[in-house]
């Protein structure tokens, strides 16, 4: 078998997708990963990279075109890396999501458990509440390359508001006329870092813009061209991130204009939200996803349950209205903060929230001899560190609602609970982020029953 070599040109038939939605293909048994290929094409390849195991190509020719294939409808795809599938149908993403989940939770998590729903979006474009534009150092707005942090300028980005391309401009234009310098991440120097934009069901904006410094020069004319370009703006804040860091946000906040926090409704709640509070950025399928993790939670109205990673308390809430109890942990102060006000503003009495570590308010709440009936995680990609887990199932709840942004990390830790006694039910993948590979999922675990002597 000879060794491929780059720049060389194949022929090949596109048998299935990366994690990452590449399409995969084999040339003499050796892996190859090809850049924005369909499943069932053949096309003629030309390898850019290889590897010891694997390879990376790209689509030189499509010799046999697949129906699921379509012409990409944005100028940046796919230089740009926020999205990966606008080159297939909408029907064949979320093929591709579906079936992602469920080898992950078999071939992973050794979970015999099916992924026979994917619940689709209504609208693959705009459906973003929430935008973080990296600035490049010569001041110009937009997303990055993928896996690279070069911005590619991007301001009429198909998955945002209308209200926060439009902001990107302003600002663009705010750093051009005042001569304000951008943030060059190599050398540490110069001034706005990323421009962040929440919006709300009503169109209205919260902005966030992330300084490596302490002020802005100009500020009140920033805010003047950022209302100017939308009026519906409720506040505009600066956000002070000094470290060399990939991390977007830092932990000082100053109010330029208007308020702090933006108000939004999700499963017939509302909640109001500051910058760093975590919420889902595609609200009408979050509440989709929410609901059917309600149903999983199977509620009567008696139950005690035990929400971590809360957020500013939408789960929590939308359990509360079902259960008895509600508790909910989050180790972001502002997110808590708001959790507790958005259970006043919404009238319910039944729930209480805990800022700190998920794994160390569990651990408190089972010295405490909490016992939840249902315990509801919906952790940051990289899934549940792994001494949380011994520590719910100490607290033997009868059922756990996993709510998961990784697959991979879903499926590990499914394999890591059924060391504890707790087998996947039910598992529905729901489609937070169109035109990405990113999926959602919800898995329900529920306790085995002891073994018979």
């Known amino acids: ?118 619940i689709g979006a209504d609208w693959v474009d705009g459906y973003r509440n929430k935008c973080q534009f990296p600035v490049s150092p010569d001041g110009r707005a937009g997303f990055f390359r993928a896996r690279s942090h070069q911005v590619i300028p991007a301001l009429d980005c198909r998955l945002q508001t209308s209200q926060a391309n439009a902001v990107a401009a302003a600002v663009e234009g705010y750093l051009l006329d005042h001569d304000v310098p951008a943030y060059d991440e190599a050398a540490h120097r110069g001034l706005l870092r990323h421009i962040y934009v929440r919006t709300n069901r009503e169109g209205q904006a919260l902005v966030c813009l992330v300084v490596n410094g302490v002020r802005l020069p100009a500020e009140e004319e920033l805010v003047r061209h950022i209302r100017a370009v939308c009026p519906e703006t409720v506040g505009v804040v600066l956000n002070v991130n000094r470290e060399r860091t990939n991390v977007v946000l830092g932990g000082a906040y100053r109010t330029l204009w208007g308020e702090d926090t933006i108000t939004d409704t999700l499963c017939g709640l509302t909640f109001r939200l500051s910058v760093p509070s975590f919420y889902q950025v595609n609200r009408d399928q979050a509440g989709r996803l929410y609901e059917k993790a309600v149903e ?112 991979g990390t879903l499926a590990r830790d499914v394999k890591r609970f059924s060391g504890e006694g707790y087998r996947a039910l039910r598992a529905v993948a729901v489609d937070l982020f169109p035109r990405t590979r990113h999926v959602e999922t919800v898995l329900l675990l529920s306790k085995l029953p002891p073994a018979s002597k």
Not at 345 to 352: P, Q, T
Request: aromatic share 4%.
């Open 296 to 407: 999983f939670a199977g509620l009567t109205g008696r139950e005690t349950v035990l929400d971590l990673y809360c957020g500013a308390g939408t789960i929590t809430l939308a359990m509360a209205r079902r259960a008895g109890r509600t508790i909910g942990a989050e180790i972001v102060p502002e997110a808590v903060e708001n959790a507790r006000e958005n259970a006043q503003a919404n009238g319910i009495a039944n729930a209480e929230f805990f800022c700190g570590d998920a794994g160390d308010i569990a651990q408190r709440l089972a010295a405490e001899r909490l016992r939840p009936d249902v315990v509801v995680v919906d952790p940051p990609r990289k899934g549940l560190e792994e001494t949380v887990i011994p520590v719910i199932a100490s607290m033997r709840p009868e059922r756990i609602v996993y709510v998961s942004c990784d697959p």
């Open 1 to 118: 078998m000879a060794a491929l070599a780059k720049n060389q040109l194949h022929t090949v038939t596109i048998t299935g997708y990366t994690a990452e939605g590449l399409g995969i293909a084999r040339i003499d048994g050796q892996v190859v990963f090809v850049h924005n290929a369909v499943r069932g094409e053949t096309c003629s390849i030309r390898i850019m990279k290889t590897l010891k195991n694997i390879a990376y190509a790209r689509v030189e020719e499509i010799l046999d075109r697949s129906p699921a294939r379509r012409e990409p409808d944005c100028p940046h795809f796919p230089a740009c890396g926020g999205c990966d599938f606008r080159h297939l149908a909408y029907s064949e993403e979320l093929e591709v999501k579906r079936q992602r989940v469920e080898d992950a939770l078999r071939r992973v998590g050794g979970a015999d458990v099916a992924v026979g729903e994917i």
